[in-house]
């Protein structure tokens, strides 16, 4: 008897292979190119030092933008930039809540001012992500020589002011404010352009223009500078978001402690006075001519 050799066939019941899912770990991975941990851990700390220094003078981009170029320098540099904008944008967002409430925001500053910087801002980021902006640190340099020149000749620079402190809306009636005005909105376009295109400083510039534009104390033109602040960053973010140059879960992460560290260093701030954002000022500026200096020259 011969049999005719039958080949196999699995019966359609036959139990499926067991699915196999692959083990990510997302806690680093998502954060970059398989940062370390240890890399993120130093993120998280330098974004609660920004928060901080961001909140009392700006400047916090000295801080947090070098730190994002080493750590994620295997991105572009437009991604960096974006990811530095989102944890910028939620501290600054929250300093000026803090300041809010003891110092109203002058609206109208605010309405011009912060217009007019996300619409310079949205212009920055957009160049930034064509261009290299290395041209502009020999300018940068000399601008913050000058402020620093400027606050030291002035020992009653924002400590005092001729206004009235009742009224927050300091330019509403002065006797040229349409003057005022328009320097205002030059100047929310000028430092949002530069905030879109380079970053650090931005705060520190705010401060000091708006506080000589409207003859306020630090602290008292600190509520308004934050949101007109918050423009610039907002400006630029939306434009690097657009164009999927935002890493979003390393951003995210660090607003946490950006937002932390804000509200301790706007806290600190109310609570010291107009003396205490002089002195801080005075090291932020020393400090970026210093590192600036150092990029340029080096």
Not at 21 to 35: I, K, Y
Not at 39 to 60: E, I, K, N, R, S
Not at 261 to 286: D, E, I, N, Q, Y
């Amino acid at each position: 008897m011969c049999f005719a050799r039958v080949p196999f066939r699995p019966s359609r019941h036959t139990d499926p292979p067991p699915l196999t899912v692959p083990v990510r770990d997302f806690s680093l991975e998502r954060f970059g190119h398989f940062m370390e941990w240890q890399a993120v851990v130093a993120l998280l700390a330098v974004a609660a030092m920004a928060g901080w220094v961001d909140a009392v003078v700006g400047g916090g981009g000295l801080l947090q933008l070098p730190a994002l170029l080493v750590t994620a320098g295997s991105y572009p540099v437009a991604s960096v930039l974006g990811t530095n904008k989102l944890a910028a944008t939620l501290g600054t967002f929250t300093a000026a809540m803090v300041y809010r409430r003891k110092h109203p925001i002058s609206r109208k500053v605010a309405l011009v001012g912060g217009g007019a910087a996300v619409t310079g801002s949205a212009g920055g980021a957009l160049v930034a992500t064509a261009v290299s902006s290395d041209f502009l640190r020999p300018v940068i340099l000399a601008l913050l020589i000058g402020v620093a020149a400027f606050v030291l000749m002035r020992p009653q620079f924002g400590t005092s002011s001729p206004a009235d402190p009742a009224a927050p809306d300091a330019y509403r009636d002065a006797p040229e404010r349409r003057h005022v005005a328009r320097l205002v909105l030059l100047t929310g376009a000028g430092i949002g352009f530069y905030d879109g295109l380079v970053g650090p400083g931005t705060g520190t510039f705010l401060i000091i223009s708006f506080t000589t534009l409207l003859s306020l104390e630090f602290i008292q033109a600190l509520s308004t500078v934050k949101m007109i602040n918050v423009g610039t960053n907002l400006g630029a973010l939306l434009v690097f978001a657009v164009q999927g140059h935002v890493l979003w879960a390393l951003g995210l992460g660090m607003s946490v402690f950006n937002v932390a560290g804000a509200l301790v260093g706007a806290r600190m701030t109310l609570s010291r006075g107009s003396g205490f954002v002089r002195g801080v000022l005075l090291f932020v500026v020393a400090a970026m001519v210093i590192r600036l200096g150092y990029d340029e020259f080096a």
